[in-house]
Every structure is written in structure tokens, then in C-alpha cells.
């Protein structure tokens, strides 16, 4: 199975603030990658899809990037709003797929 | 408005067995793989299963392979998640999911989970 570990598990950072968050694969599994994003008791909602691409209605401060095994989320400019759990997720394996761990992002 | 609402969540004890279904309305509904995704309390996502739009192509996760079924009813919008032989980590919120393809597989609309706790 393909493994997908996020880094770091958690992180404060102030409004304006640039925020990256990353996430690594086991295995090559190109650019398939999503970002999702969980707010405290919400349901996730999608951020980033193939790795690179924004999904209808999100803020442009958000972007991904990434191939092969290793992708980042980033936040350019921290809002209020951002505070959440962020989540990367493979689907390359046809047979499975899997989450990374999550990313908790506070607000200073 | 593109919804999907889960329902079915409960108590119940090990070993035993309970059936979640998920309504979809809004969108085409037999266009779609639908999957099943579920969070034990204060932790990350896990992927469950997956359902072609056929319903006959079906991917589990190892942990409830064996022991839960995904299908669908694509004249009802609805798509099913059968559980037995259920175990205390399995007490999860349970969400469904619509599957698109836009390059590669994305879960771009999610319900609004329901809560499956197993106890004794």
C-alpha cells in the first residue's frame, strides 16, 4: 500500500503569515494528489486536486504543487478563516487509497 | 443544490450489524463513483470503499474488507454502506463522497457524515 506522510503534524503562524505544508508519498504516484481541508466539526471540502490544480471557488492564496513523491499545499498570505486541519490523499492506487495524517494549522 | 445526506448512524454493540445509506440529489447520480470515507473521533480520514457507477466495480480498504459492503441504487440515488461483524474501532463519522474525474480521481462533494459508535 502507499504510504502518505504529511509534515509537520501541526503549526502556529500569524495572519499574513506564509504557510507550507508537505506531504510525501511512498511510491511515485505522480500527480495523484489532493488537498482537502476540515474545519473543526465540517466535513472536508476540496482544495486542490492532481496536485497543482484549484478547485471552483477557493481563494487564490491557496495553490499545490508537486510530483512523483513528494507535494506541497501552500497558503501565501494566512487568513482567520484558514484555521483547520488539512489533509493530502493519494488515489493512484486503484485498489486503495489513502489520507496523509493531517496538518493542524492555529492562528497565533 | 448538489446534497448528499447520510443516515443510519446509531449505537451498537460488537459484533453486530447496522446499515448506512446516503441519499444524493442535484446532480446525475449514475454518472458518478461514489466512495465512503470515515473518522474515528479526534482523528485523520480514512478511506473506506469505492463504487463504480455500475455497481459492480468495487474497491475496501484492508480493515473492512470482508465485513462491509458498498452498493448502490442508482434508480433510488442512493448509495449503501452495509457493516457486520462491526468492532470498537470501527466507531467512526462515516462520510460519503461523490467521486470526479477532472484530470484524475478527486472526492469534490462530501455529506454531512453520520456517527457510527460501537460499545459495549
Known amino acids: 500500500d502507499i504510504q502518505m506522510t504529511q509534515s509537520p503534524s501541526a503549526l502556529s503562524a500569524s495572519v499574513g503569515d506564509r504557510v507550507i505544508i508537505t506531504c510525501r508519498a511512498s511510491?511515485?504516484?505522480?500527480?495523484?494528489l489532493n488537498w482537502y481541508q476540515q474545519k473543526p466539526g465540517k466535513a472536508p471540502k476540496l482544495l486542490i486536486y492532481?496536485?497543482?490544480s484549484l478547485e471552483s471557488g477557493v481563494p487564490l492564496r491557496f495553490s499545490g504543487s508537486g510530483s512523483g513523491t513528494g507535494f506541497t499545499l501552500t497558503i501565501s498570505s494566512l487568513q482567520s478563516e484558514d484555521l483547520a486541519t488539512y489533509y493530502c490523499?493519494?488515489?493512484?492506487?486503484?485498489?486503495?487509497?489513502?489520507f496523509g495524517q493531517g496538518t493542524k494549522v492555529e492562528i497565533k | 443544490e448538489m446534497q448528499l445526506v447520510e443516515s443510519g448512524g446509531t449505537w451498537v454493540q460488537p459484533g453486530g450489524s447496522l446499515r448506512l445509506s446516503c441519499a444524493a440529489s442535484?446532480?446525475?447520480?449514475?454518472?458518478?463513483?461514489m466512495t465512503w470515507v470515515r473518522q474515528a473521533p479526534g482523528k485523520g480520514l480514512e478511506w473506506v470503499a469505492n463504487?463504480?457507477?455500475?455497481?459492480?466495480?468495487?474497491y475496501y480498504a484492508d480493515s473492512v474488507k470482508g465485513r462491509f459492503t458498498i452498493s448502490r441504487d442508482n434508480a433510488k440515488n442512493s448509495v449503501d454502506l452495509q457493516m457486520n461483524s462491526l468492532r470498537v474501532d470501527d466507531t467512526a463519522v462515516y462520510y460519503c463522497?461523490?467521486?470526479?474525474?477532472?484530470?484524475?480521481?478527486?472526492?469534490?462533494?462530501w455529506g454531512q457524515g453520520t456517527l457510527v459508535t460501537v460499545s459495549s
Open positions: 463522497g461523490r467521486i470526479s474525474y477532472r484530470q484524475l480521481p478527486q472526492i469534490d462533494y
Open positions: 442535484g446532480f446525475t447520480f449514475g454518472n458518478y463513483w
Open positions: 463504487i463504480k457507477q455500475d455497481g459492480i466495480e468495487i
Open positions: 511510491q511515485n504516484i505522480g500527480s495523484y
Open positions: 492532481a496536485a497543482s
Open positions: 490523499q493519494q488515489t493512484k492506487g486503484a485498489l486503495t487509497w489513502t
